[in-house]
């Protein structure tokens, strides 16, 4: 599948020069819809910020098991009906990362359980938030006043899943 989009540094307003190697890292992230037809998103409620669930394919483990594994982490459910949607790739020269992110549709399946959050996740206060896909885009557009390199292609990555998400949903 050919990426969504490539985020380069030039598009965050930032000219750290490429390095001459980049380390790979594969994530899985997903857009959940519970029984409403609200999707889940996580509120970092210490840095103020919002993103989708997911994370990084570790040793030994495919992107649908990482996806299956990452859910159940930071939103506490299983999913069914997972669909992929699209893959966004960065390049974050400051790091030296070439980072691919495989993003599905999914759905709720069952009842939503406790998480279990990484200390990483734990400092930034993340929390999980029910909303509508709309109101998932227009938060995460409004949040412009990050100074954070990282968050910054985050922000890019996230909206260009959710706005593929609402373009392909709203022609079924």
Do not use: Q
């Amino acid at each position: 599948m050919p990426p969504l989009k490539i985020i380069r540094d030039a598009d965050i307003g930032s000219d750290f020069p490429a390095p001459g190697v980049y380390k790979e890292r594969i994530s899985a992230r997903a857009i959940v819809f519970n029984t409403d037809d609200n999707i889940a998103i996580l509120h970092a409620t210490k840095k103020n910020f919002h993103k989708l669930p997911g994370g990084g394919v570790e040793e030994g483990e495919d992107v649908p098991i990482a996806l299956a594994r990452e859910l159940l982490e930071e939103i506490g459910c299983s999913v069914k009906n997972v669909r992929e949607l699209a893959m966004v790739e960065e390049y974050r020269n400051k790091y030296a990362l070439h980072h691919t992110s495989h993003c599905f549709l999914a759905d709720i399946d069952g009842e939503v359980g406790a998480t279990t959050m990484d200390v990483n996740e734990i400092a930034v206060g993340f929390i999980t938030v029910w909303t509508t896909l709309e109101n998932a885009i227009k938060t995460i557009k409004s949040e412009t006043n990050f100074e954070n390199y990282e968050w910054k292609f985050i922000r890019l990555r996230e909206l260009a899943f959710l706005k593929e998400a609402a373009l392909i949903l709203s022609s079924v």
